[in-house]
């Protein structure tokens, strides 16, 4: 509990839904008629944004219908993605209240909130029954989670037989001290990167199978370099992650790109079943 207190104080804003809006005004756009699309460059809060969520999507194998949970929903921006491009209905969790709160409002705002919704609770005792949904997925959020057996058996529990788990987290790749902040975690005390091994190891344990496995650092590395370039050409727009993080978001993506480019972390993709 007081590990997920921590989680939830460092992604507390306090007026994000405030911020945002006022941020989509800046950058032009109707606030009476946003689409999903308008959001992606402030509600991806993952490494790659919304092109990461599109190539997870294409690894996930969705379709029209399917009973999805988004853990660690954070602003539902992939939930929204799903549910108005592949046509899921899509349900989140989150820790934190202004994330659920601002899930909801967003979804409603682009049309969505017959199809998208979020919901205060942990991944370590979800709120679902047994068998509850036909897939579920977690985008950079097992960082933040020491006890990942608990969550996948969670996991498992709520998920229909043959059911999806599709997973995309920053996970160790080599020993060393990582630096902080990051996007994830204002120190240590909150921070649990693990490698892929201990992710397959505690999921097969769980009742998973691990289908797919895709290592994403060139991807993130790619990305970077498109940043630098961009904030090389003038900064960042007025819509971004930078309103997310906070007014210390050049330094938890500056210690992200360092890690990564050491060869400490990656972002890596992983698409599981549950076994028969």
Request: with cysteine.
């Amino acid at each position: 509990m007081e590990i997920e207190q921590a989680v939830a104080r460092h992604y507390a804003h306090g007026s994000l839904e405030e911020a945002i809006l006022d941020a989509l005004a800046a950058a032009g756009k109707d606030l009476q008629h946003l689409t999903p699309k308008d959001l992606a460059p402030v509600d991806e809060f993952h490494t790659g944004g919304r092109l990461a969520t599109v190539a997870f999507a294409q690894e996930f194998g969705l379709r029209p219908g399917m009973r999805l949970l988004d853990i660690g929903c954070g602003l539902g921006g992939a939930a929204r993605y799903f549910a108005h491009e592949h046509g899921c209905q899509v349900t989140g969790i989150d820790l934190s209240p202004e994330y659920v709160n601002v899930t909801n409002v967003l979804a409603r705002r682009v049309g969505l909130d017959d199809r998208v919704s979020c919901e205060l609770g942990s991944a370590l005792a979800l709120p679902f029954e047994p068998e509850s949904f036909d897939a579920a997925y977690m985008l950079h959020v097992g960082m933040n989670i020491e006890d990942k057996a608990m969550l996948f058996a969670e996991v498992r529990r709520v998920l229909a037989p043959s059911g999806l788990f599709g997973i995309y987290d920053v996970m160790r790749i080599a020993d060393g001290e990582l630096s902080y902040p990051v996007p994830w975690a204002s120190g240590p005390e909150s921070s649990f990167v693990a490698d892929a091994a201990t992710y397959r190891r505690l999921l097969v344990a769980q009742g998973f199978e691990v289908l797919k496995e895709r290592n994403r650092r060139d991807f993130a590395l790619e990305l970077f370099q498109q940043m630098r370039a961009q904030a090389a050409a003038g900064g960042p727009g007025p819509l971004g992650l930078h309103i997310v993080m906070g007014a210390n978001a050049g330094q938890k993506v500056k210690n992200l790109r360092g890690d990564i480019t050491a060869g400490l972390i990656a972002p890596i993709e992983m698409i599981c079943r549950v076994a028969a």
